[in-house]
């Protein structure tokens, strides 16, 4: 559980309506119904007409992430890959062909057999460079739905508060009613920014990060296997790939024993 995300949107949120209440604001004030289905419903139908519906479910999907985070452990990953190093050396690289049912990530498993199958490394590593762009621009393309729709929700939001003061005007008669309807139309513009700034776009940036991280563990990966394909000693393989680790990863690795030790 990413309790980052959960604290973020609650405390975003929980301000906004503490510091309104300090005001002498009420959590009523800013319930309006018409206004709801004016911006959520307008910034949706936009958003459907831009983008598939594929990419809108992934967009959908992509949100575990952003509440469960990216499940990967890539000091555990390079671990895994020291070790294959170390038999390939003592044994031959084919003596890995019976490990790779055993791998569960599909990537490193694909681009292992592609090396146990003696595939020249150059077109090993085109190959699976083809891959990690086609997973950099889907995770590009789901954060960009949530970006899409931080910046159609303030826009319909205005659209909305519009809407109001027109009818506001066609009332000027009766002063109450325009002082509610003036209200009322700015309910519209504060779910359009407030959807936009505490939800979307955030969501958006958590899922684009995510990709980034998803795809880097590629590389990282793709790295130890061209590495195993060259015969290089594990114990340099093993250094080589820590460059991939932020500090708190490196700390994990030396405290499990490093993966190039005999």
């Known amino acids: 559980m990413d309790i980052a995300s959960i604290v973020g949107i609650f405390l975003g949120v929980a301000m906004i309506l503490g510091g309104n209440a300090m005001e002498g604001g009420k959590v009523s004030s800013m319930i309006g119904i018409p206004a ?3 911006v959520f419903g307008g910034a949706m139908g936009a ?16 949100l575990k992430v952003v509440f469960l985070g990216v499940k990967m452990d890539p000091p555990g990953q390079i671990t895994q890959i020291v070790d294959f190093a170390r038999r390939a050396r003592r044994e031959g690289i084919l003596a890995l062909e019976k490990e790779i049912p055993n791998i569960t990530d599909p990537f490193f498993s694909k681009a292992l057999g592609m090396a146990v199958d003696g595939l020249e490394p150059k077109t090993l590593f085109e190959t ?10 889907e995770w590009k393309e789901k954060a960009e739905v949530w970006e899409t729709a931080g910046g159609y929700l303030p826009t319909v939001g205005i659209i909305g508060a519009v809407l109001g003061l ?10 109450n009613k325009v002082g509610h309807g003036i209200a009322s139309a700015f309910v519209a513009t504060i779910y359009g920014v407030g959807m936009a700034n ?7 940036g958590k899922i684009k990060a995510a990709g980034k ?17 060259e015969g290089i ?30």
């Open 36 to 38: 709801a289905i004016i």
């Open 128 to 137: 699976m460079e083809t891959e990690m762009g086609t997973i950099e621009e």
């Open 213 to 229: 991280s998803i795809v880097k563990f590629k590389e990282m990966t793709l790295k130890g296997v061209l590495l195993i394909q």
């Open 47 to 62: 958003i459907l007409l831009q983008f598939p519906p594929k990419t809108l479910i992934g967009a959908l999907t992509a």
């Open 198 to 204: 505490l939800i979307c776009l955030p969501f958006g």
């Open 233 to 262: 000693n594990h114990s340099i393989i093993e250094e080589e790939l820590k460059g991939f680790l932020d500090e708190g990863a490196k700390k994990k690795l030396e405290k499990a024993g490093g993966g190039g030790k005999e």
């Open 166 to 175: 027109i009818v506001v005007m066609g009332n000027l008669s009766d002063i």
